[in-house]
T-cell receptor, first 113, second 114 residues
Framework: AQSVTQLGSHVSVSEGALVLLRCNYSSSVPPYLFWYVQYPNQGLQLLLKYTSAATLVKGINGFEAEFKKSETSFHLTKPSAHMSDAAEYFCAVSEGGAQKLVFGQGTRLTINP | EAQVTQNPRYLITVTGKKLTVTCSQNMNHEYMSWYRQDPGLGLRQIYYSMNVEVTDKGDVPEGYKVSRKEKRNFPLILESPSPNQTSLYFC?????????????FGPGTRLLVL
């Protein structure tokens, strides 16, 4: 069965610093992987997705993620944090052609001025 | 503007009093889904629908019902709510394949069952 683990329920970085949010997945077949962002009092918005094309995926707002099969990871990064990046971030996996998303527990990102 | 709307946004009710949370999308999407979000658990799928009159259980369907009589609407029904259904609920829709299409989420409905 597929599953997702996000390491760290809360990450805090300074404005301008590197953002790294960790996601590891478990899947018995080639996975499709997603990162979503949730701003306060809003629904989820797709940041980026990996669907077996390029392993380095670029998303919106300067975020990117790299699919590493050997490490079963799909970590999210941004070179320079901005105050507007403060939000909760969810990693999700879908197995093969399945149409269901399984979400991780979420990581709350705080940006310090 | 493309959007998924949910009503109500906030609801306080008592145990056993039937309630319905409505979900509507204006994008003519085939696929719609309901999730609940609880602290430390992320989002868990309750029910989904691939098209009109086609619904199926997600991971946590107990205590919930859904219907899909029209393409645009996908209401979530709690026939006899209990306190463990206190949660934040999201409706989502997309045009087709998860890998090809973006899934849009509604703004959420925060439910408190006393």
């Amino acid at each position: 069965a597929q599953s997702v683990t996000q390491l760290g329920s809360h990450v805090s970085v300074s404005e301008g610093a590197l953002v790294l949010l960790r996601c590891n997945y478990s899947s018995s077949v080639p996975p499709y992987l997603f990162w979503y962002v949730q701003y306060p009092n809003q629904g989820l918005q797709l940041l980026l997705k990996y669907t077996s094309a390029a392993t380095l995926v670029k998303g919106i707002n300067g975020f990117e993620a790299e699919f590493k099969k050997s490490e079963t990871s799909f970590h999210l990064t941004k070179p320079s944090a901005h105050m507007s990046d403060a939000a909760e971030y969810f990693c999700a996996v879908s197995e093969g052609g399945a149409q269901k998303l399984v979400f991780g527990q979420g990581t709350r990102l705080t940006i310090n001025p | 503007e493309a959007q998924v709307t949910q009503n109500p946004r906030y609801l306080i009710t008592v145990t056993g009093k039937k309630l319905t949370v409505t979900c509507s999308q204006n994008m003519n999407h085939e696929y719609m889904s309901w999730y609940r979000q609880d602290p430390g658990l992320g989002l868990r799928q309750i029910y989904y629908s691939m098209n009109v009159e086609v619904t199926d259980k997600g991971d946590v369907p107990e205590g919930y019902k859904v219907s899909r009589k029209e393409k645009r609407n996908f209401p979530l029904i709690l026939e006899s709510p209990s306190p463990n259904q206190t949660s934040l609920y999201f409706c989502a829709s997309r045009a087709g394949s998860l890998t090809q299409e973006t899934q849009y989420f509604g703004p959420g409905t925060r439910l408190l069952v006393l």
